[in-house]
């Protein structure tokens, strides 16, 4: 595998694969993940020619491509380095009838990188590992006498009859997956993902926060759900990996994303990207466009676009924002999350996004207050958000708003207008918040069977019923101890 840790230095401008840079004398480009990996070959590679099929194996791992892509590909590219070499060259030559040449003096350059101190990761595929037998004990196995045949057949008999019986109960008792199911690729579920989240990124909530964001809008476009149960995680086929590291120069913080598919054991994204709020939206952009082509996804880059557009044009505002969600996710302190929430509407008050989290966090905080105060808080917050949130679910409708103005209905007693602006929203944007004001709206008009259908698909991204927990008082009291119990103990089942 090349070295990842060097840049490429073609006449007044550095190529640093594993930031996806391309440092011009007057500039600095980042590209995308496909273009990383092209420009790497052909610089790994100058004064070759190389056939589309050449390209097709080596840039593109050998992924069925039309002619029209690679075509795409060399253009971009070339246009690129036309337009911010010294030179005016595209370096790209080509050879007609044969393929593609990169016509171009290249050096190569070790960066000096500085490992993190505190940086720990999960090892990337989790295995048993199987305990070998000490040397001093075999040997003295060997050396022991050894027992009359008679006696050994009728033990060997005796061993062989009890590890049938204790296989045959295992079999019956254990449906999960064994050790044996890990050797064939079947096993594999596609729609699962685990993700590792290193220390360092936890510890800085703006970052903790922009990664819950980053996987949320990953599922927009695909079918893949994070798991945590240990039983799920094995049968995950994809593996999400995200630390801290310094950059290059060791003067900057970066974010390091790794995408692993388990079934190839192929590491197929490996990129740092800025941790700068002020390029944030490019940043978030590159990630998510960079993730998704390495899962062989497909997404247009205005969509993408059209989705983070809701986050505000301010970045300290977009900063705030994150910190408050990191904090809410780590469940370290819901009070310093709604201070950061309640900032980034003094920094972007008309942004509908920042108003829906806000008037979410304080009439969630308010559930947590006590009883005799709960109606009076939420009528002041009702009276104060109600005519930006019903604006902006007319003017600039999102997931959040429509989940705020949803809150805002079952507040008011409205359970069936709750449920029609949650139904508006586009499918692939539920979040567990969606299902569960869904499952609030449902057991308020008295559909009961719903109501628990929806209210465990909002827990299907955590294993867990702490979202139940903090459901179950919300607008009015829902008994749900059975379903609690039944995810706590899932071998037992409520009636």
Same mark, same amino acid.
């Given at each position: ?14 190529? +640093? ?55 795409? *590909? ?10 911010? %070499?010294?030179?005016? #060259?595209?370096?790209?030559?080509? +050879? ?46 060997? %050396? ?154 497909? +997404? ?31 469940? #370290? ?42 109606? &009076? ?26 989940? *705020? ?15 029609? +602006? ?6 692939? &944007? ?66």
């Amino acid at each position: 595998m090349p070295d990842k840790n060097i840049s490429f230095i073609v006449d007044e401008w550095r190529f +640093v694969p594993n930031e996806g840079q391309i440092q011009f004398s007057d500039s600095i480009v980042t590209i995308d993940n496909r273009l990383t990996k092209l420009l790497e070959f052909l610089c790994q590679n100058p004064g070759l020619t190389h056939t589309r099929d050449e390209l097709i194996d080596h840039v593109w791992g050998g992924t069925v491509l039309t002619d029209q892509a690679v075509t795409q *590909a060399m253009f971009e590219l070339r246009k690129l380095l036309k337009q911010h %070499s010294l030179k005016g #060259s595209s370096y790209i030559v080509t +050879v007609t009838k044969r393929g593609y040449r990169f016509d171009g003096e290249v050096s190569f350059e070790k960066l000096d990188i500085q490992k993190p101190d505190n940086t720990t990761i999960p090892p990337p595929n989790e295995s048993v590992l199987k305990q070998e037998q000490p040397i001093d004990k075999i040997e003295q196995e060997r %050396s022991s006498p050894k027992q009359p045949r008679i006696a050994l057949t009728i033990l060997s008999i005796l061993v062989i009859i009890l590890t049938g019986l204790l296989l045959f109960q295992y079999q019956t008792d254990q449906p999960s997956i064994t050790k044996d199911d890990n050797k064939h690729l079947s096993h594999y579920e596609f729609r699962y993902a685990v993700l590792n989240v290193s220390e360092d990124v936890k510890a800085r909530p703006e970052l903790y926060g922009m990664v819950i964001k980053l996987v949320e809008h990953i599922g927009f476009y695909s079918n893949v759900r994070i798991v945590k149960s240990e039983r799920h995680k094995q049968l995950a086929a994809l593996e999400f990996n995200i630390l801290t590291t310094p950059s290059r120069d060791g003067k900057k913080l970066r974010l390091l994303v790794q995408y692993r598919n388990r079934v190839s054991d192929q590491l197929h994204l490996n990129r740092r990207y800025s941790t700068n709020f002020s390029r944030f939206n490019e940043t978030f952009t590159s990630i998510i466009d960079d993730l998704l082509r390495a899962m062989y996804i497909g +997404v247009s880059e205005e969509e993408i676009q059209r989705d983070i557009g809701v986050f505000p044009e301010n970045n300290e505002a977009t900063k705030s924002l994150m910190a408050g969600t990191g904090m809410t996710y780590t469940g #370290s302190d819901f009070e310093g999350a709604l201070e950061h929430f309640r900032h980034a509407k003094t920094l972007a008050p008309n942004n509908a996004y920042t108003i829906a989290v806000n008037y979410i966090g304080e009439v969630l905080n308010a559930f947590t207050k006590d009883e005799s105060k709960q109606g &009076q808080i939420i009528q002041s917050l009702n009276q104060e958000f109600s005519s930006s949130l019903e604006k902006s679910l007319d003017e600039k409708r999102s997931a959040k708003v429509c989940e *705020a103005n949803a809150i805002l209905a079952l507040a008011n007693g409205d359970a069936e207008i709750a449920s029609k +602006v949650l139904l508006s929203i586009p499918y692939n &944007q539920y979040t567990p918040l969606t299902y569960l004001l869904m499952a609030k709206a449902e057991e308020a008009q008295g559909h009961i069977d719903a109501a628990k259908e929806l209210y465990l698909q909002g827990t299907q991204n955590t294993s867990s019923p702490t979202a139940l927990e903090l459901a179950s008082p919300l607008f009015f009291d829902s008994n749900l101890d059975s379903l609690i119990n039944e995810l706590k103990n899932p071998t037992k089942k409520s009636y």
